[in-house]
């Protein structure tokens, strides 16, 4: 049997609602089992940056206000100079203010992490975020 560590986590109390909320909807008998799978989640979800050589693929999936002025440019700008890692964009209106762009990405993790710490960065990104999928 595995030995079991207690630690304790402190919450502010609207995140501790939503949580709470949340794995109830889902179904989850204790908030022990639902944080675990949530740190699982996570850890699964960044694993990739330990890889910093290892080639990788994904999806950077970004929201921006293209309202923002200079944005659209810079964006298509860092894209080009990226051009050797980014296989392919996918560009889709949300409404009159955003616009959600997915990047397929392939290359080294380093670099992939380059890119999307430099598209995160901008001012008028309001979301960007990056799944790897490991072969």
Not at 10 to 21: I, Q
Not at 35 to 46: C, E, F, H, M
């Given at each position: 049997m595995q030995k079991i560590v207690r630690v304790g986590v402190t919450?502010?109390?609207e995140l501790l609602k939503e949580f709470d909320e949340i794995i109830n909807k889902?179904?989850?008998n204790n908030r022990s089992k639902a944080i675990q799978d949530a740190v699982r989640l996570y850890l699964s979800d960044k694993k990739w940056l330990k890889k910093e050589k290892a080639d990788?693929?994904?999806i950077l999936?970004?929201?921006y206000d293209h309202d923002t002025k200079g944005l659209e440019?810079?964006?298509?700008?860092t894209q080009h100079?990226?051009?050797?890692?980014?296989?392919?964009?996918?560009?889709?209106?949300i409404n009159?203010?955003?616009?959600?762009?997915a990047i397929a990405v392939k290359g080294k993790a380093s670099e992939i992490r380059h890119l999307s710490n430099e598209l995160t960065t901008k001012k008028g990104v309001k979301i960007l975020k990056t799944i790897i999928v490991s072969v």
């Amino acid at each position: 049997m595995q030995k079991i560590v207690r630690v304790g986590v402190t919450f502010p109390p609207e995140l501790l609602k939503e949580f709470d909320e949340i794995i109830n909807k889902i179904g989850y008998n204790n908030r022990s089992k639902a944080i675990q799978d949530a740190v699982r989640l996570y850890l699964s979800d960044k694993k990739w940056l330990k890889k910093e050589k290892a080639d990788q693929r994904g999806i950077l999936v970004m929201v921006y206000d293209h309202d923002t002025k200079g944005l659209e440019q810079t964006l298509t700008e860092t894209q080009h100079h990226n051009s050797s890692i980014i296989s392919s964009t996918m560009h889709i209106h949300i409404n009159d203010q955003d616009c959600l762009e997915a990047i397929a990405v392939k290359g080294k993790a380093s670099e992939i992490r380059h890119l999307s710490n430099e598209l995160t960065t901008k001012k008028g990104v309001k979301i960007l975020k990056t799944i790897i999928v490991s072969v």
